[in-house]
T-cell receptor
Framework: DTEVTQTPKHLVMGMTNKKSLKCEQHMGHRAMYWYKQKAKKPPELMFVYSYEKLSINESVPSRFSPECPNSSLLNLHLHALQPEDSALYLC???????????????FGQGTRLTVV | AQSVTQLDSQVPVFEEAPVELRCNYSSSVSVYLFWYVQYPNQGLQLLLKYLSGSTLVKGINGFEAEFNKSQTSFHLRKPSVHISDTAEYFCAVSKGTGFQKLVFGTGTRLLVSP
């Protein structure tokens, strides 16, 4: 199983709503990532979790709150978002360090989020 | 800090023709280089990677890339493209240590027509 599964595939939410994006992998990977991709732009890193601890936060606004309940799951909690937060949110995972030759990231299909 | 430049935002090509998508990087340290493909409304799929060793890297779907340290380039090539290769292609770099903090180029849209 080399899949990263994201749910839901599409999400429409109002600016006062609270919602969560979910990501799951069963490859035994110890690093998981959230990326944000605006239309016709490259993905931009938001957060990195390694061994279930937050390693990198790329100065993301607090209305985005990541959570890693266990080594297979990664959530992104959303609250009070703005229309400009509408984007494709991609989850990824990697097994280990790049130097081990096993560090490449596997991406999920993404959640397309629309904030109205 | 690393950065990646993909000069061509769009490359039109006819089916069965060869194609080269250009990627240049800048970094003061050793880097690892990747090419990812994104089909419409999909996530990213790894095409190939350069970590070390042979500078000619072969990937999936008949793609290959050559790492050129002196020219700081990692161009992607395919000798004969198919309609199904129409997609967005991203070159990416990571610092080569730690986990994959990837920095992506702006992408090149490959348009294959009959």
């Amino acid at each position: 199983d080399t899949e990263v599964t994201q749910t839901p595939k599409h999400l429409v939410m109002g600016m006062t709503n609270k919602k969560s994006l979910k990501c799951e992998q069963h490859m035994g990977h110890r690093a998981m990532y959230w990326y944000k991709q605006k239309a016709k732009k490259p993905p931009e890193l938001m957060f990195v979790y390694s061994y279930e601890k937050l390693s990198i936060n790329e100065s993301v606004p607090s209305r985005f709150s990541p959570e890693c309940p266990n080594s297979s799951l990664l959530n992104l909690h959303l609250h009070a978002l703005q229309p400009e937060d509408s984007a494709l949110y991609l989850c990824a995972s990697s097994q280990g360090l790049a130097t081990s030759g096993q560090g490449e990231a596997f991406f999920g299909q993404g959640t397309r989020l629309t904030v109205v | 800090a690393q950065s990646v430049t993909q000069l061509d935002s769009q490359v039109p090509v006819f089916e069965e023709a060869p194609v080269e998508l250009r990627c240049n990087y800048s970094s003061s340290v050793s880097v690892y280089l990747f090419w990812y493909v994104q089909y419409p409304n999909q996530g990213l799929q790894l095409l190939l990677k350069y970590l070390s060793g042979s500078t000619l890297v072969k990937g999936i779907n008949g793609f290959e890339a050559e790492f050129n340290k002196s020219q700081t380039s990692f161009h992607l090539r395919k000798p004969s493209v198919h309609i199904s290769d129409t997609a967005e292609y991203f070159c990416a770099v990571s610092k080569g240590t730690g986990f994959q903090k990837l920095v992506f180029g702006t992408g090149t849209r490959l348009l294959v027509s009959p």
